[in-house]
């Protein structure tokens, strides 16, 4: 038995706005896979909840009428890697969901918790920083879209406000469109480990695809919530695909990110793993994209 | 606040049932506590060691992670639904007592929980899949090897093919 004061089911989207105005206090739960395991340590416990979980309208993925890629926020990691939309237009998603807990894990967890906890170490949260993923939020006064940086706050704590519910992440066809892109998630172990270091990199060529067009880099881990690097990407925009370019593209990142020491790891490790993922990421990226080096 | 109920109407382990629940429940206290589907175990309570795995619509979840309430409508399967009619074992079962897959057993529904999931979906997986698609699952005592081994045989074995030497 959980440690629970309350249980309301949203029946709607409309209702889950009534009950999130109705109970201010009560917190939404959508898998629980964080929720119920806070309130199993006690971090949550005796707290009023809100399901949003039955809401089998918020799952799936869709191209909407803008082209935009459209993921409701209860659609889970499993579902989102088996996607055939994912896996055509912006397959790292779905491969950085699939490094999520373990099979059991990816059945139960939803992209909306996955960014809506605010957590650095969410394997989609660097990913969707460097496809520049719009957040939707539903509320009382309607819906209202936000870029993923200003989604998040400072740690562990995003911009959801009164009544509001997270409703999807939207990829706009500018950001997805030639685009390829990969991820690494450094981790002590293969499953049920959370990131040292989450580094997803994707890349947008020249037409005869020697010069990079547009590239974009992005963190969790490396600071208090993921973090794209705005240098690095000034630096190599416009280069030629070299080597060379590879090689200070990836040191150029350290002047972008500042990770912690802890007893995880130190930051002298993370620095080191934040380096040679960029550069890792980026060479696979260049092969995706059809480029050569 | 007094104790708050909710009815509960799915299908478990193919016959159609309803509950009048406690929503503070997790499924696993339901199917444990209302149903005596003791194959459903208790291990860590906090979605780590995968003892309490059972199929929702076709997908292994851990009912310790899941509200009893959220069972409304689907189909729910645990190890209890392997049993032949008088009580002969499933061949994933027999496979895990044949290579000495099991030793104190408390992992075992689990593993054959997310076995009958990568069973049924009658794909040819190789090891390294394999070892990912039962990675949410702890095991103290086996060493993993003949877990997989059991799975890997009887993968081979429904889609009538030879099991490659190892
Ligand atoms: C064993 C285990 C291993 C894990 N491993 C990983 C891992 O490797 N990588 C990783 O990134 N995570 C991991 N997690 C954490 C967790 O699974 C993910 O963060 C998951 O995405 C949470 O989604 P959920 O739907 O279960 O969220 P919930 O627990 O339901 O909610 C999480 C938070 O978001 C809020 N929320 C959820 N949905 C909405 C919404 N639509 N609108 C507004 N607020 C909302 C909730 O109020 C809560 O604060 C692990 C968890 C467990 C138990
Ligand atoms: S008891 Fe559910 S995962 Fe351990
Ligand atoms: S057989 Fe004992 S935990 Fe697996």
Same mark, same amino acid.
């Not at chain 1, 998040?152 to 939207?170: C, F, M, N, S, W």
């Not at chain 2, 074992?89 to 408390?106: H, K, S, T, V």
């Given at each position: ?168 992440? =939207? ?121 050569? =080096? | ?166």
């Amino acid at each position: 038995m959980y440690d629970m004061k309350a249980y309301y089911e949203s029946e709607s989207v409309q209702h889950a706005i009534e009950l999130r105005l109705a109970h201010p206090e009560a917190h939404i739960i959508a898998g629980g896979s964080d929720v119920l395991v806070q309130m199993r340590e006690g971090k949550r416990a005796g707290v009023e909840l809100i399901s949003i979980f039955m809401l089998d309208e918020l799952r799936g993925v869709t191209i909407d009428e803008e082209e935009n890629i459209r993921i409701g926020s209860l659609t889970s990691f499993s579902h989102i890697t088996k996607n055939p939309i994912i896996q055509q237009y912006i397959n790292v998603l779905g491969e950085a969901v699939d490094q999520v807990g373990g099979p059991q894990i990816r059945n139960i967890g939803t992209i909306g918790g996955n960014t809506c906890n605010g957590v650095t170490s969410a394997d989609s949260a660097s990913t969707l920083h460097a496809w520049e993923a719009i957040v939707e939020l539903t509320g009382p006064k309607g819906v209202r879209r936000i870029p993923i940086k200003d989604f998040y706050l400072k740690a562990k704590v995003v911009d959801i406000r009164e009544g509001e519910i997270q409703t999807a992440i =939207l990829i706009p066809k500018a950001s997805y469109e030639n685009t390829y892109g990969y991820y690494i998630k450094y981790a002590m172990r293969n499953a049920l480990d959370i990131a040292t270091n989450g580094c997803s990199v994707n890349v947008r060529l020249s037409e005869d695809k020697k010069t990079f067009d547009r590239v974009r880099v992005a963190y969790g881990v490396a600071g208090p919530v993921p973090m794209r690097c705005p240098n690095t990407e000034a630096f190599i925009n416009g280069k030629e695909v070299t080597m060379e370019n590879i090689e200070a593209f990836a040191q150029k990142v350290l002047e972008d990110i500042n990770p912690r020491d802890s007893w995880r790891a130190s930051k002298a490790l993370r620095q080191h793993v934040a380096v040679e993922s960029a550069k890792r990421c980026i060479i696979e990226s260049v092969k995706r994209a059809g480029g050569e =080096l | 606040m007094g104790k708050q109920y909710k009815l509960v109407r799915y299908n478990l382990n193919g016959k159609d049932v309803e509950q009048m629940v406690d929503v503070r429940a997790s499924l696993t206290d339901m199917l444990r506590n209302d149903y005596r589907m003791t194959s459903v175990k208790k291990g860590c309570e906090v979605g780590e060691c995968g003892a309490c795995t059972v199929l929702i619509n076709g997908e292994a979840f851990n009912s310790c992670i899941y509200l009893a309430v959220w069972a409304d409508g689907k189909k729910i399967r645990t190890l209890e639904s392997l049993l032949g009619p008088n009580g002969e074992l499933a061949d994933i079962q027999q496979a895990f007592i044949d290579e000495a897959a099991i030793q104190c057993g408390f992992c075992t529904p689990g593993f054959i929980m997310s076995s009958v999931e990568i069973l049924e979906s009658g794909k040819e997986y190789t090891d390294a899949e394999l070892r990912k698609l039962l990675s949410g699952h702890l095991c103290r005592c086996t060493g993993y090897e003949n877990i997989i081994r059991a799975v890997k045989k009887t993968m081979y074995k429904r889609l009538g093919k030879e099991m490659p030497q190892e």
